[in-house]
């Protein structure tokens, strides 16, 4: 991914914004609708299956491609309402500028305006530091790499959330997903908005037990990855 490429905030069909790449003809998030990409694919699809697995009395979550902070930032929401202590880490190689992050209208769609300085603390607040947003969730956000990253057994929950393979297709392969498979715990899950053959062949790879799942608005799949060790 080319650094300076130009970005654009458009509208996305469910009303909620995102950034475009015109060059690329990539977003950050679905065309279809930013926020219903995000509930269907990383919350009810990964977050709420994870807890509804087994009660973890905390959830520590990775995502792949922190961008908007939408992904982080409805987790934060959801896990208000059920009262989960979350240690939630965003990497990030190219940071969204704060001019870009306040054209962003997820607080109205999400009816949050009540929450626009957690909003703006969770894009504000230093990179490489761990930020307490409420006494029961925690913030880190890692300007690195994806290929970069070398945590093992760190995480309940992976948000595979990278640009897409036909823009970036090295993220999309064996090297990375055995990473994904390291940085897990046991039982662990990963959920990606993929569903091609050869991301689902990659992870199974590594060791991942993996599902296809009904997509979100305007796919009609995406893919479902559990570390199993034992049994």
Not at 141 to 160: A, G, M, T
Not at 177 to 202: E, I, P, Q
Request: aromatic share 12%; proline share 3%.
């Amino acid at each position: 991914m080319k650094k300076n490429l130009k970005r654009e905030i458009i509208t996305t069909s469910d009303g909620s914004t995102t950034i475009h790449f015109p060059e690329l003809d990539e977003h950050y998030h679905s065309k279809h609708g930013a926020i219903n990409e995000a509930k269907h694919v990383f919350i009810d699809k990964g977050f709420d299956h994870v807890l509804e697995s087994k009660a973890f009395p905390e959830l520590h979550v990775l995502e792949i491609g922190f961008g908007t902070g939408l992904n982080a930032f409805i987790t934060y929401l959801e896990a208000l309402k059920v009262s989960q202590k979350v240690y939630y880490v965003g990497v990030e190689a190219y940071p969204v500028l704060m001019e870009e992050v306040k054209c962003l209208n997820y607080l109205k769609q999400l009816s949050a305006q009540d929450q626009v300085a957690v909003f703006d603390h969770f894009h504000q607040s230093s990179w490489g530091d761990q930020h307490a947003i409420t006494d029961s969730f925690f913030l880190t956000k890692r300007q690195q790499f994806f290929e970069d990253i070398d945590d093992k057994s760190c995480y309940n929950l992976i948000y595979f959330d990278a640009f897409g393979a036909r823009v970036q297709p090295t993220l999309w392969e064996v090297d990375i997903f055995k990473k994904m498979y390291d940085a897990l715990l046991d039982h662990g899950v990963l959920v990606t908005y993929s569903a091609k053959g050869s991301v689902r062949r990659a992870m199974q790879e590594v060791g991942f037990t993996v599902e296809r799942l009904p997509g979100p608005p305007g796919k009609r799949e995406m893919l479902r990855a559990t570390k199993i060790m034992n049994g």
